[in-house]
Nanobody, 129 residues
C-alpha cells in the first residue's frame, strides 16, 4: 500500500489543521493506521493510532485532548484533526500503517515505528508563536 500525507502548513498558535493520509494500492480496512511526527533534531515520535474499524484510538500524552484521529475506510483515508496547536507541535507528520493487529495491544508496540510496515512521505506542520 502507498500512503500519502497532506494538509500541513503554517498556522498560528491556538489554530487548527486537518491532516489527511490517502492510501492506494490496497484497501486499508484491515490495517491499523497511525500518525507519527519528527521535529528537527529529534527522533520520530508516536502521535496517535486507530484500529482497523476506527473503534479504538490511542494518543500520546502531549496531544491527548487536542488531536483526534479518524478514518474513512470507504475513502481509503485517515485523518488527524489538530486543534489548539502549540509551537512545540512543529514537526514533519508521517502517516503509517501496520498489518499486525497486535500493534494496538500495548503502549510500547503502538508507539514503536518499527511495528509499522507502510509509511507516507510526511507533511510539514509549522506552528508560529
Amino acid at each position: 500500500v502507498q500512503l500519502q500525507a497532506f494538509g500541513g502548513g503554517l498556522v498560528q498558535a491556538g489554530g487548527s489543521l486537518r491532516l489527511s493520509c490517502a492510501a492506494s494500492g490496497r484497501t486499508i480496512s484491515s490495517l491499523v493506521m497511525g500518525w507519527f511526527r519528527q521535529a528537527p533534531g529529534k527522533e520520530r515520535e508516536f502521535v496517535a493510532v486507530i484500529s482497523w474499524s476506527g473503534a479504538t484510538t490511542y494518543y500520546s500524552e502531549s496531544v491527548k485532548g487536542r488531536f483526534t484521529v479518524s478514518r474513512d475506510n470507504a475513502k481509503n483515508t485517515m485523518y488527524l484533526q489538530m486543534n489548539s496547536l502549540k509551537p512545540e507541535d512543529t514537526a514533519v507528520f508521517y502517516c503509517a500503517a501496520s498489518s499486525n493487529g497486535g500493534v494496538m495491544t500495548s503502549i510500547r508496540t503502538r508507539a514503536s515505528p518499527g511495528n509499522y510496515n507502510y509509511w507516507g512521505q510526511g507533511t510539514l506542520v509549522t506552528v508560529s508563536s
